[in-house]
């Protein structure tokens, strides 16, 4: 079973379609039993960070997403589905997180537009599975504000360039999240999907 985590996420539906235009099923939920029991979890995200936790304790998640990760399945974090997996975040002053990936979520800085809508090139910084038939410095779509700086800079897989150098792309073991919305991202983001899907699923559209 695909797991698309339904916190209340207002992009939900869209992530949703994108998996089904590939010829997967997924099933939306917003049940904890649903995601132990799960080949591969995405957690969707729209909205504030802060917001998004509350909803995700209130729901029973939270301890799910924590259960999900540390049994090594895999998961796919989107926008601020990647944001709330870190330690705290800055927006609306200071709040804790998931606690899952060591880091703090940074307003962009100063000066710059914000927030950061539209089209933006993802570098990729390791060969992994989730770029296969992807080019490096290919562009996606882009919605946010606030942006992820982990402690290890290592498992910034892709970086974009907005103002400073953004880690667009997070892998760490079973556990990957983008800070743009593939499901937004024309051809390239449904590449993203399948890539991540057909490792973990090795073929099965269950």
Known sequence: MIAVIDHGAGNLRSVANAIVKLGYKPTVTSNPSDLLGAAAV????????????????????????RRVVADGTPMLAICVGMQVLFDETEEGGRHRCLGIIPGVVRRLPPGL?????????????????????????ANFYFVHSYCAAPDDISVAAGTTEYGVSICSVFVSGNLVGTQFHPEKSGEYGLRMYDNFLKTVLKGSRA
């Open 42 to 65: 995405i957690l969707p995200g729209v909205g504030a960070a802060a917001g998004t936790v509350r909803n995700l304790e209130r729901l029973g998640l939270s301890e799910a997403i």
């Open 113 to 137: 537009k914000i927030p950061h809508i539209g089209w933006n090139q993802v570098n990729q910084k390791i060969n992994h599975p989730l770029f296969d038939s992807i080019p490096d410095g």
